[in-house]
């Protein structure tokens, strides 16, 4: 029985890394910035969210959500009461977003109206890593909860982010939150991340954040697309 | 726990392949898995088995190519080796902000197929 080696060499994420470039064109045409938010569950994302939302809103800058949850539409709901283009994407079961689901939930949508799209991923330090969702920045948020090391366990996800959010440093006292080690390790995993430290109870650093956006935001605007990595 | 999303699109991708090229049956499967890919590996084979049934791959043997990180060193102006995940600095000048050029890959390399 003959046998024979047939060289393959392609991405097993090849269709979703496509679909992702393509959605991140259809962004920049549209003159909008799209920010993945990735974190474990529980650090705060959703209401991170809300306070920036509510803070764009009053100085009109108009923002959609798409937001991921394995069930309930809560999160929905809650990001819902800041006045602006909630969808919600229930993966039921799924740990992860993918480009092909983003891109189903934006039917209907008029882009060109809107400067930022912010997509809530499902809770979860592992499995959004490898997903490219089109996304021209890629939030990671480190609760001030959840121990200073999670970036040294979970680096294929911290090494992916543009930026790093820390949250709820309302708590640190509480937390008995080492600041200097979670820095000192965010840095070990992506030595060149962005860190804002942030407290959407008492609105601390969401200035500092809204800047960021605006400027990642005309950034990707003047970029042009990479060429696919191998 | 995305690894059987993975497995089965490596094994659509496999069995497509192989096909294209009048296999019959696939013997192995070979994976470049970068070391910041995100995959783990114990559940990789636990998805592939269950995603190869009643395909040209049941039967077949994974076998994980591990590709360490590499980054470029915007100081030294070369690929360099970091010393582990938890240290991605150049290892030779310390500079930060090197891009990284290999340790995303979750790729299929090739196939050992019988015709």
Known sequence: MPARILEIRRSVLNENDRRARVLRAEFREAGLLAVNLVSSPGAGKTSLLVETLRRLSSAHVPAAVIAGDVETDNDARRLASAGCPVRQIETHGACHLDAAMIARRLDGWNLETFDYLFIENVGNLVCPAGYDLGEGLRAVILSVAEGEDKPLKYPALFHSADVVLVSKIDLAGPCEFDREAALRNIRAVRPDAAVIETSARTGAGLDAWLEHLAAARCRFLTEKEAPPCV | ?115
């Open chain 2, 1 to 115: 726990m995305h690894e059987l999303s993975i497995a089965r699109e490596l094994v659509r991708m496999a069995e497509e392949a192989a096909r294209a090229n009048g296999a019959r049956k696939v013997r192995e499967v070979r994976l470049r898995l970068g070391a910041l890919s995100g995959v783990m590996e114990e559940a990789l084979l636990l998805g592939y088995e269950a995603a190869c049934r009643d395909t040209l791959l049941e039967g077949s043997r994974l076998v994980i190519e591990p590709a360490p990180v590499r980054i470029h060193c915007p100081r030294c102006r070369r690929d360099v080796e970091p010393e582990g995940l938890q240290l991605m600095y150049c290892p030779v000048c310390g500079a930060a902000g090197g891009t990284l050029v290999q340790g995303r890959e979750i790729e299929l390399a090739a196939l050992e197929i019988e015709r």
